[in-house]
């Protein structure tokens, strides 16, 4: 019998076959040693071959039926609200602080804004009050700024700032008399008269604004009250005289310190009459300007008297510079301790003083006609008494 394929061709058939074994697996050389080579093992071993080389199937979850390659990774990032135990990193945790810190301070912020708008309405409707009381018992009948409703807007908010800095004097002086009744160091007591002096420096500068926009409202001493008026100088008080009160409450004091408050009293007193001069002078010049101006020169005579009315304002700077400067070498010439007591005493005189103010203004009416009727009936008898003698001397 005769092969059915000659010799050459099973040679080629089984170098190839052991060839495509080597690449494939030892199930395909099995498989060409023991078949015979003919067109179906060969595309049996091609077909095995591809088999081979083809990747493994995507493995399918069984829950969802999606292939598990497909799912999504989770993320890496998460929110603050997240329970991961994730470490933050120190760049995100400052930010973080941050944070935190800022809200804090808004909130703070908004805080005392409020309160800030409840005091100025209470504050604010205080003032109201005062100011109906006060017309109602008949202050404002001479026809002055307040009644005639002429105040200017920097008269208007100078006093509504003055209302605010008595209310921060009353703190003050609250401070300094629980500090010198509890007999703290000096140091301590030392921070608060030192805010004390910042306080009155205040004011000063408020009344410098003010004197900018309204001096005649600091001249005429509407933004006190009635006693304190009586005693006003260039508007506010006479440097000297409160060194002669202050004299008899101190004591005990060194014999320096009598010699430098006594020199600082004398200075004073120099300083207020050149001011007084120069004050008196000026008004001299606005009644020769203004008297002795014509139809026809009116309005030259005018512009030269509003030039000199200006000068008003460097009057009353002087003035609050000589106020100020006398409070800061009181207060180097003291003692600290002193110091507290001197600044003690001179709030509760002007203390003292509005409240005197107060019960002027408060006094029942039937006192007042009293006191006239009084008056009218003296000066009655002494007309009377005159005439007799009058007659008997006839």
Not at 128 to 147: C, K, N, P
Not at 167 to 194: C, F, K, P, W
Request: charged letters at 20%.
């Amino acid at each position: 019998m005769f092969p059915s394929w000659p010799m050459r061709f099973q040679q080629q058939g089984s170098s190839k076959s052991g060839e495509e074994s080597t690449d494939s697996g030892s199930a395909v050389n099995t498989l060409s040693t023991t078949a015979p080579d003919s067109p179906v093992s060969r595309k049996a071993a091609v077909e095995q071959k591809h088999h081979h080389l083809q990747p493994p199937p995507p493995q399918m979850d069984t829950a969802t039926g999606i292939p598990a390659a497909a799912k999504q990774t989770p993320e890496k990032r998460r929110g603050p609200g997240s329970n991961s135990d994730k470490v933050l990193d120190t760049k995100t945790l400052r930010r973080l602080a941050q944070n935190r810190e800022a809200a804090r301070k808004s909130r703070l912020r908004k805080k005392a804004y409020v309160q800030q708008l409840e005091s100025s309405r209470i504050r604010l409707t205080q003032l109201e009050q005062d100011l109906h009381r006060a017309r109602s018992q008949g202050l404002f009948l001479g026809g002055g700024g307040i009644a005639s409703g002429s105040i200017s807007s920097g008269g208007a908010i100078f006093d509504m700032e003055y209302a605010r800095w008595l209310d921060d004097d009353h703190r003050h002086m609250s401070e300094l008399r629980t500090a010198l009744q509890a007999h703290l160091s000096d140091g301590d007591l030392r921070v608060i008269v030192d805010g004390y002096m910042g306080h009155y420096d205040e004011i000063f500068r408020l009344k410098g604004v003010a004197a900018k926009s309204d001096v005649f409202h600091l001249i005429t001493g509407t933004w006190t009250t009635p006693a304190e008026r009586c005693f006003l100088w260039m508007g506010g008080f006479r440097p000297s005289d409160l060194i002669k009160m202050l004299i008899t409450q101190l004591d005990p004091l060194t014999e320096q310190q009598i010699m430098g408050i006594y020199g600082l009293q004398q200075s004073s007193q120099q300083a207020e009459e050149a001011l007084s001069q120069g004050l008196e002078q000026l008004h001299q010049s606005l009644i020769d300007t203004i008297a002795n101006s014509s139809i026809n020169d009116n309005m030259h005579h005018m512009a030269v008297a509003l030039g000199k009315l200006a000068n008003l304002e460097g009057f009353v700077r002087q003035a609050d510079n000589l106020r100020q400067q006398t409070l800061h070498q009181l207060h180097r010439i003291l003692t600290i301790r002193q110091a507290a007591r001197c600044f003690l005493v001179i709030g509760e005189y002007y203390g003292r003083l509005r409240a005197l103010s107060s019960l002027w203004v408060s006094r029942p009416r039937e006192s007042l006609i009293a006191d006239d009727n009084s008056c009218q009936t003296t000066t009655d008898l002494q007309m009377v008494q005159s005439s007799q003698n009058q007659f008997s001397n006839f």
